[in-house]
């Protein structure tokens, strides 16, 4: 019997490796492709290829529950194709043992799957964008597409871009105090010391209102020719080498803001997801990644057991290509039922420990009734 395991651990084991190479193949040519485009300045053609192998664990990670389906579909087809199933159904191997030997190279998988989706993909991608960004921003230019903005306290943060090391450039501070914005700081760059943060070539603008003219600058700013000298605002400009800025935002919170939650480490959300809660503000997106993240074991062995299922019933007597087919067809078609419930989970506020449960769940319960009605 240990021989037979080996035989159909090996068969899988190749399969979804060659599955494997072949989607992280095409998927890196297509946004090496993609990404030449982007290429000018100091982003060269060497960076963009160094930017995607540094993206390739992500990937990985992302496309290995539908490689395991696609691979023990494969794996388990090509025996079935040559009869070997019929034989070891027919020397005593049931269809739970045969089940469980093609669980443990998908086991093998996800648990190089879920190491580099938690310690490398997350550093490598954070690495990536930072080196990206830099090069593109060296000009200090302020690019609101792709920028990103923060809230600390009152206080509104954009930066251009940012760097995991404690570095920023294009950094502007909106300071609010009682809901009335009272300083403006515009700084080329800043670095994170003795905690604190080091501006560096900044501007600052203080605002001051008169706050009983309020009425009369709503009344002025109706009329065709407004006189702005006469509104109750009045900003005061200031140059400096450097200053410091106190702020709750540390480096390494700085660089999970800026990366997506699908990329972030599982600890990095939920300190995150912390953070944005004590600011008040929405965590749903890093709790949905949280928790894609939480069940990731089952979702893959899941949809692994749906290929199992694929090749006992229906597909037994079918072609490699037609399996194929249809395994890439059932893995997309999961992917598109888990990418739909993220937005559905936010225009709702649903809870993401259970929407995200719910494509798992069915997956179990297809492959468990496909499974129960093989003879």
Same mark, same amino acid.
């Given at each position: 019997?240990?021989?037979?395991?080996?035989?159909v651990?090996?068969?899988?084991?190749? *399969?979804?490796? &060659?599955i494997? =190479?072949?989607?992280? @193949?095409l998927e890196?040519?297509? !946004?090496?492709?993609g $990404?030449m485009?982007?290429?000018e300045?100091?982003?060269?053609?060497?960076k963009?290829i160094y930017?995607?192998?540094?993206?390739?664990?992500?990937?990985?990670?992302?496309?290995?529950?539908?490689?395991?389906?696609?691979?023990?579909?494969?794996?388990?087809?090509?025996?079935a194709?040559?009869?070997?199933?019929?034989?070891?159904?027919?020397?005593?191997v049931s269809?739970?043992?045969l089940?469980?030997?093609?669980?443990?190279?998908?086991?093998?998988f996800l648990?190089i *799957?879920?190491? &580099?989706?938690? =310690?490398?993909?997350? @550093?490598?991608?954070?690495?990536? !964008?930072?080196?990206? $960004?830099?090069?593109?921003?060296?000009?200090?230019?302020?690019?609101?597409k792709?920028?990103?903005?923060?809230?600390?306290?009152?206080?509104?943060l954009?930066?251009?871009?940012?760097?995991?090391?404690g570095?920023?450039?294009?950094?502007?501070?909106?300071?609010?105090?009682?809901?009335?914005?009272?300083?403006?700081?515009?700084?080329?760059?800043?670095?994170?010391?003795?905690?604190?943060w080091?501006?560096s070539k900044?501007?600052?603008?203080?605002?001051?209102?008169?706050?009983?003219a309020?009425?009369?600058?709503?009344?002025?700013?109706?009329?065709?020719n407004?006189?702005?000298s006469?509104?109750?605002?009045?900003?005061?400009?200031?140059?400096?080498a450097?200053?410091?800025?106190?702020?709750?935002?540390?480096?390494?919170?700085?660089?999970?803001?800026?990366?997506?939650?699908?990329r972030?480490k599982?600890?990095?959300?939920w300190?995150?997801s912390?953070?944005?809660?004590?600011?008040?503000?929405?965590?749903?997106?890093?709790?949905?990644?949280?928790?894609?993240?939480?069940?990731?074991?089952l979702?893959?062995?899941?949809?692994?057991?749906?290929?199992?299922?694929?090749?006992?019933?229906?597909?037994?007597?079918?072609?490699?290509?037609?399996?194929?087919?249809?395994?890439?067809?059932?893995?997309?078609l999961?992917?598109?039922?888990?990418?739909?419930?993220?937005?559905?989970?936010?225009?709702?506020?649903?809870?993401?420990v259970?929407?995200?449960?719910?494509?798992a769940?069915l997956?179990?319960l297809?492959?468990?009734?496909?499974?129960s009605r093989?003879?």
């Open positions: 019997m240990q021989r037979v395991s080996n035989y651990g090996k068969q899988v084991y190749f *399969a979804i490796a &060659i494997l =190479f072949g989607f992280v @193949s890196l040519m297509f !946004r090496l492709i $990404e485009k982007n290429v300045g100091n982003y060269t053609i060497a963009a930017f995607e192998l540094l993206n390739t664990p992500e990937f990985i990670y992302d496309l290995m529950p539908m490689v395991g389906l696609i691979g023990c579909l494969a794996g388990l087809g090509s025996l194709g040559t009869s070997e199933l019929v034989v070891m159904r027919a020397a005593g269809i739970v043992r089940v469980i030997m093609t669980f443990k190279p998908a086991l093998v648990i *799957a879920m190491i &580099i989706g938690e =310690f490398v993909a997350p @550093s490598a991608t954070q690495y990536a !964008r930072s080196m990206r $960004e830099l090069a593109l921003n060296d000009n200090y230019q302020v690019d609101v792709n920028g990103l903005w923060l809230r600390d306290g009152d206080s509104f954009f930066v251009n871009t940012a760097s995991t090391s570095f920023m450039q294009g950094v502007r501070i909106f300071e609010y105090v009682d809901q009335r914005l009272e300083k403006v700081i515009f700084a080329q760059s800043a670095r994170y010391a003795n905690h604190q080091r501006l900044v501007k600052i603008i203080t605002t001051s209102y008169q706050l009983d309020l009425d009369d600058a709503a009344a002025a700013l109706s009329q065709a407004v006189d702005f006469q509104l109750p605002l009045h900003l005061n400009i200031e140059q400096a450097e200053i410091d800025w106190q702020s709750e935002l540390a480096p390494d919170l700085l660089a999970i803001s800026a990366i997506r939650p699908s972030l599982m600890q990095d959300l300190r995150y912390a953070y944005l809660k004590q600011q008040k503000l929405n965590s749903i997106e890093h709790d949905l990644a949280f928790w894609k993240k939480a069940y990731y074991p979702i893959m062995l899941s949809l692994v057991l749906v290929g199992v299922s694929f090749v006992f019933g229906s597909l037994r007597e079918s072609t490699m290509g037609y399996r194929l087919f249809i395994g890439i067809m059932t893995a997309t999961f992917k598109i039922l888990q990418d739909s419930l993220n937005p559905i989970t936010i225009i709702f506020q649903l809870q993401p259970i929407s995200m449960l719910i494509p769940i997956s179990v297809a492959g468990i009734f496909l499974l093989v003879r």
